[in-house]
């Protein structure tokens, strides 16, 4: 059975892809449309080693989203820091953090019961 392609998955693709492309790691989606107290169908979460590149990953990921697909995020909360910078589309929220911070708040442990995919830098 092909699995189904959708708007979303398509979206999902292209973040995957604009990380990848400006070297984020340990990159994951959590899948999280089985869950009740989900406020989105995934999560992307990934790490920058600096406030640089972390902007990087923001500028990367809004820049092919718009370009491929047209898009513009909903919302974006700490641009400026650039410890933790999370972009909202609505049906995927990314989360691009620094390593310290990342483990500090500890999202992938707080959503234990979403799937988990991990991708390659």
């Known amino acids: 059975m092909a699995k189904k392609i959708d ?13 990848q ?5 340990d990159i994951i989606s959590l899948d999280l449309r089985k869950l009740d107290s989900a ?6 979460i990934c790490t920058g080693t600096s406030n640089t590149q972390v902007k990087a990953i923001e500028g990367s990921i809004k820049k092919l989203i718009s370009k ?19 972009i909202d589309y609505s049906d995927i929220i990314v989360h691009v953090f620094q390593e310290k911070t990342r483990t500090f708040y500890n999202i992938e442990d707080f959503w234990g019961d979403a799937e988990f995919k991990t991708y390659k830098n």
């Open 7 to 19: 708007a979303t998955n398509i979206l999902l693709e292209n973040i995957i892809d604009a990380i």
């Open 21 to 25: 492309e400006v070297k984020g790691q």
């Open 39 to 44: 406020i989105c169908k995934y999560f992307v």
């Open 68 to 86: 491929n697909l047209g898009e513009k995020p909903f919302h974006i909360e700490g641009g400026n820091i650039g410890e933790w910078i999370l």
